[in-house]
Every structure is written in structure tokens, then in C-alpha cells.
């Protein structure tokens, strides 16, 4: 039995597209780039050409459409230097349309002959390029009497690219009104791009010879050009880590905790508005940075300036920790930002920056770059803890609730399951005064204390009092004192 071999692959010039195509494409075939105006096929094309520039091939870019001058505009307006790119520029010229002949040049009855066939091949017998770029294919159907023919024309157009040992990538412009599934039958393997409820979306539905990352990914255009960033497969990571609590540095909180949250564990942080629950979980990292250990946070509902002074306002040395890179900070605009672009931020700062806790600040921000409802916000914080879990990577997610006293609950986003450890902040009236409690509702690898505790937010830090034994209704918002208590005052 002769043994599989790893076919040859080239990069594709996009980090992220080479990982969905477990390492680019298979060379010597042809794949189909295809999608709406305007989603990124032709950037796919110069990233793909400008690669091959790079790598020392001969590439050319057989241009149908736009002109060469605007195509090596546009690149460079995306920071993509198209220099070393020959071009085969077949585009309708501005003086054809200014004499009224539009594709009059391409006549029908001439596309097997000349001028169109006697241009690519001399262009090919003449550069014998490694790499060919065709923008758009679809053009073809102005030049061929009827869908047979255009069929027929660019098979074997294909076929001829792709014998002279080139590797083709080719777009189509896919709209209603002219729909291109004719087209896919033509390639190795298909590219699909689209514009989705969460944003710009690549995915790769057929690719001959090799497997492929599944899934739907996000695509961005940036200043750089194009940018993919995978959909989070969580099980394909792991490592191993010391099983240990995390303390907070306030007794009180970590005897409520029994310890501390452990290490590769997620937890959710509850509570309404004002109630304190970002300042409890910024006491964590400031506990793991006087260990000497790095965090991460993501803030999608506060201003860097704001949770800063607010922090430095009770002691806690935010500016000190930045600086010491002890404490990453990132300022969150979800409604720019894809779930796949988030988890793609925070692997770098656990894989190349050795981030043990990570902490985002809050469920309610990210689920507006979700897009989508509770179950794709929930697919999405399952898909980033558990990562992060495997990883041994101590998670915080901060959960908002809307009543500000009573009608306990939770968690307000369904996230529940997803916590290894829910701890609760409340607001409640003693006395007629508006006072803050803390609580653990669950923790799945120790045992915890089920009391309650006063919570106060002072100038010198975090104040938590001895547990309430001697209330009882707390969680109502309104609670009263117990038999027991009031029998022995009596007395």
C-alpha cells in the first residue's frame, strides 16, 4: 500500500486563511473565491499575488473588470504592495465605451480565438507564472453566446492554467440577479465569503484533498488588507497547570470562597448596577499581580479613564500595573468587533503573553458584538471558557442583572451552566439605608460558605463584614431580624 503524502501547499498571504486551510492551498489546482460586492474577494486575490512576489514566483493578475491602475490603487490604499505583479489588463478600456462598442472586442465568435485565447496564452507561454489571479471569471458570460458556452469556456480555461502548473485563484460576482452556483463546479475547493448579522464572514465549503477548519469565520478589512480570524475550536487546545486556589487579599471574601476561585475555573460575578461587582473582580488582579502573575481585561461597558480613577480612588494601583505589565487593559468597541476577533485577542495574550487570569467586564457589552440573541451569546462564552479552562486560564465574566433590589436572580444572561462559581452582590435596605451584601451561590470543585456578608466599597479598598446570621429575608431587599435575634433582645 503506498503511503499518503502531504500534498504541496502555498500560502495563501492571510495567516488566518492558511489555518481554516490547515496551511494554504494545494498547488497546481483552482479555487473559487465568491461572494457579494464589496466583501474582500479581489483583496483575497492581491494578498494571494503579493505572497507569491514575496516568495520569489512569477504571479499574474488577469484583470476583467477593473483597470490595472485602479486595481494597484485600491492594493495600496489597503497597505498591499502589488510591485512584481505582472498584469494581463483585459478590462474595458474608457475609450471603448466612449466610442460605444462596450465588449464588441471580445466578440463571441472570437473567444475561442483571438483576441482573448492569443492573450492569455502568450501572457502564460511568456511569464510561465506559478501563481495566477483571474478578477472576476463571471465576465466570461458577456463573452459567450449562452450559459453552455460560457461553461464550456471556462472549464477549459482552468484546465489550461492549471496543466502550465499554475495554482488558480479565480472570484465571481455572486448577486441575485446573477446567481454563480454554475461556478462551483469549475474548482478544487470554494471560498465563500458574506456579510452576516455578526459581521463579514469566510468559510471554506469544499476543499479537495485535505480537511478543513469548519465553521463560520470572521473576516476584516483593515488598513493591512484582509485580516481572518478562525472560529474558536476550544478542544484543540490544552495544557496542563497546578490545581490551586486564587485568593482576592481579602480574608473575608476567600472564607466565603473557602480559599479563593481555583486556578483554570470560570466565574461569574453578578449583580445590578452600582452594586460593586467590577471592583470585586479587579481585587482578584490585583491579587494575582502581587504574585507576581499577568491579567487580562477587557472592558466593553466602562472607559479605560473611568475604571482607572475609579480604582485608584480605593487603593487599588491601576496606572502601577499597566506599567508593569502585570496588568493588561483593553477598551472594548463590541459593536466593531466579532466574537472570533475577540477570542483571537485573548489567545494572544494567553499564548504569547502568559495570561493567567482574564476577566471581561461585562456579558451584556460582548453579547452586543454577538449580534444575536441569548443562545448565540451563550454558544460563544461556552466556546471562550472552556478554552480558557484548558488553557489553566482563571476566567471572571461580569453578569448585570436589572433589579436592583429583589427579585433575586443568578444571572441575567442564561449563563449559569457555563460558571464553575456564580458569586452574588445585592443591594438591600437595613434601616433605611441602602447597603450592598455578598454571597456565593455556587462553586462545583469546593465546598463554600452559605452565609451572607455585608460589602462596602471604602477608601483604603474592599470592607466585608461577618456573616448575617441574625437576618433573615436579605435577598428580598428588605430584611428582617430573626426570631432568635429579636427574642434575645427582648430578654
Known amino acids: 500500500m ?31 473565491v465568491r461572494g457579494p460586492p464589496g466583501t474582500g474577494k479581489t483583496i483575497l486575490g492581491a494578498h494571494f499575488l503579493k505572497e507569491g512576489v514575496e516568495r520569489g514566483e512569477t504571479v499574474l493578475f488577469i484583470n476583467l473588470e477593473e483597470s490595472e491602475s485602479d486595481v494597484r490603487q485600491n492594493a495600496a490604499s489597503l497597505g498591499i504592495d502589488l510591485s512584481g505583479v505582472d ?27 483571438e483576441p482573448f485565447t492569443d492573450s492569455v496564452t502568450d501572457a502564460i507561454t511568456d511569464l510561465e507564472p506559478d501563481r495566477v489571479f483571474v478578477d472576476p471569471i463571471t465576465q466570461l458570460r458577456f463573452l459567450t453566446t449562452d450559459t ?92 496542563t497547570f497546578a490545581s490551586e486556589s486564587i485568593p482576592s487579599g481579602v480574608s473575608e471574601i476567600d472564607d466565603l470562597l473557602n480559599g479563593g476561585l481555583e486556578r483554570g475555573t470560570v466565574s461569574v460575578i453578578s449583580g445590578p448596577t452600582g452594586v460593586g461587582k467590577t471592583t470585586l473582580g479587579t481585587q482578584f488582579i490585583k491579587s494575582a499581580a502581587e504574585r507576581g502573575e499577568h491579567s487580562v481585561l477587557y472592558l466593553f461597558e466602562e472607559s479605560y479613564f473611568t475604571f482607572r480613577e475609579r480604582n485608584e480612588s480605593i487603593g487599588v494601583p491601576i496606572t502601577e500595573m499597566a506599567e508593569s ?43 452586543l458584538s454577538v449580534q444575536g440573541g441569548k443562545d448565540a451569546l451563550v454558544k460563544k462564552l461556552h466556546a471562550l471558557g472552556r478554552y480558557l479552562k484548558n488553557m489553566g486560564v482563571t476566567v471572571i465574566f461580569v453578569d448585570e442583572h436589572q433589579h436592583v433590589t429583589g427579585e433575586f436572580s ?38 463554600f460558605e452559605r452565609t451572607l456578608r455585608k ?28 426570631a432568635s435575634t429579636q427574642t434575645s433582645s427582648d430578654e
Open 2 to 32: 503506498t503511503p499518503d503524502v502531504e500534498p504541496s501547499r502555498i500560502s495563501t498571504g492571510v495567516d488566518g486563511l492558511d489555518s481554516i486551510l490547515h496551511g494554504g492551498l494545494i498547488t497546481g489546482r483552482s479555487y473559487l
Open 455 to 482: 460589602f462596602e466599597i471604602t477608601d483604603e479598598g474592599l470592607v466585608v463584614g461577618s456573616p448575617m446570621t441574625d437576618l433573615r429575608g436579605i435577598l428580598s431587599g428588605s430584611p428582617e431580624t430573626t
Open 325 to 367: 505589565g502585570s496588568l493588561h487593559i483593553r477598551e472594548m468597541e463590541p459593536l466593531h468587533l466579532s466574537p472570533q476577533e475577540f477570542a483571537h485577542h485573548v489567545r494572544t495574550q494567553v499564548e504569547e503573553h502568559g495570561a493567567e487570569l482574564v476577566m471581561i467586564d461585562g456579558i451584556n457589552g460582548f453579547q
Open 148 to 239: 453552455h458556452q460560457f461553461r464550456k469556456q471556462a472549464i477549459g480555461f482552468m484546465e489550461y492554467l492549471t496543466s502550465q502548473g499554475a495554482t488558480v485563484l479565480f472570484t465571481s460576482q455572486n448577486t441575485s440577479d446573477t446567481p454563480d452556483d454554475d461556478l462551483q463546479f469549475l474548482s478544487d475547493g470554494t471560498i465563500e465569503l458574506a456579510t452576516a448579522e455578526m459581521g463579514p464572514t469566510i468559510d471554506v465549503p469544499k476543499f479537495r484533498g485535505s480537511d478543513t477548519e469548519t465553521g463560520t469565520h470572521a473576516i476584516s478589512i483593515t488598513d493591512e488588507g484582509a485580516v481572518v480570524y478562525p472560529e474558536l475550536k476550544p478542544l484543540e487546545y490544552s495544557r
Open 87 to 113: 498584469f494581463l489588463d483585459l478590462s474595458p478600456s474608457a475609450n471603448v465605451f466612449a466610442d460605444d462598442l462596450s465588449y464588441d472586442i471580445f466578440a463571441s465568435s472570437d473567444v475561442e480565438k
Open 410 to 447: 443568578a444571572t441575567n444572561s442564561g449563563v449559569s451552566y457555563l460558571a464553575d462559581n456564580i458569586v452574588f452582590l445585592q443591594h438591600v435596605e437595613l434601616d433605611g439605608t441602602l447597603e450592598k451584601v455578598i454571597g456565593v451561590l455556587k462553586k462545583r470543585t469546593t465546598q
